[in-house]
């Protein structure tokens, strides 16, 4: 089932499953519990980043190749960062560029599988850790690499963290229909022009063992979520570097999920 969270005609703010005429069937419910649909229709005034998580979870360094190509040794345990849940933005929302860096930005994107927890899980085993799972959707972590890099004295939450830096979407996709997350292509679009392209195969800590992780003395809520990291081809590492710049097109593509999309535009 695909579920987007939208704000109809009347102001409301509801889940839904979206309909090609523009509107979606509402739907009751919650990540916990499951969402069911309704008998009703209604029109999609917005849409929305399809949740408002509790906590974000980053992982980087998590795709073999990307280690490689930033010259990383592999690590042994995951690399975990936050993003503040201001960070979050919808799909054909804006990545808005920070005053706060320099005329060359230093902005980057990022291409991964955001997983969606929905069953509390708290010192999870690997083994029973999909079954947390509610579902998932596409995201881009973008990342200011100055702040990143020199801007938190060794922490990365800053540079990960301006508003709008982390965009979700188009809609989340639930577990049942993803029944390895560990088999799927990704990409990442500049412009139409393919950067990133791999598939979530190369991840050195699975989905599952993420979960196990991350929730070992540590409660991970309903609706948080959980960046699995990106594949080779940041543009960081390119030569010349490629930053985004105002006027650029920014996608995310996951197959068997959709298609997130956003303009980059200067701060106001």
Not at 5 to 19: D, F, K, L, M, Q
Not at 149 to 167: H, Y
Not at 211 to 236: E, K, W
Request: some cysteine.
């Amino acid at each position: 089932m695909k579920l987007v969270r939208i704000s109809t005609v009347e102001g409301r703010i509801a889940y839904g499953i979206p309909r090609p005429d523009g509107t979606a069937i509402i739907c009751t419910g919650d990540f916990e519990s499951g969402f069911q649909p309704s008998s009703k229709a209604m029109p999609i005034a917005t849409c929305l980043p399809p949740l408002s998580p509790p906590n974000i979870i980053g992982i980087g360094l998590n795709y073999r190749q990307h280690a490689r190509e930033t010259k990383a040794t592999i690590p042994d345990k995951p690399v975990v960062f936050a993003k503040l849940t201001t960070s979050v933005t919808g799909h054909n929302h804006p990545i808005i560029l920070p005053m706060v860096t320099d005329p060359d930005g230093e902005v980057d994107y990022e291409c991964e599988l955001a997983v969606i927890i929905g069953k509390t899980a708290h010192n999870t085993p690997a083994s029973t850790a999909l079954d947390h799972v509610f579902g998932y959707t596409c995201a881009n972590d973008v990342s200011a690499r100055q702040w990143q890099k020199f801007g938190g004295n060794g922490q990365w939450v800053r540079g990960k963290s301006f508003d709008t830096f982390c965009p979700l979407g188009p809609w989340i996709v639930t577990a049942d229909e993803i029944p390895d997350p560990q088999a799927l292509p990704i990409r990442t679009r500049l412009n139409g022009m393919v950067m990133q392209e791999h598939t979530t195969a190369d991840m050195i800590f699975t989905v599952a063992q993420l979960i196990h992780f991350l929730s070992q003395d540590t409660t991970l809520l309903p609706g948080t979520i959980i960046l699995t990291g990106t594949p080779q081809g940041v543009g960081f590492v390119r030569h010349p570097p490629v930053w985004l710049k105002a006027g650029d097109s920014v996608s995310v593509e996951i197959d068997g999920i959709g298609t997130l999309t956003n303009p980059v535009v200067k701060s106001s």
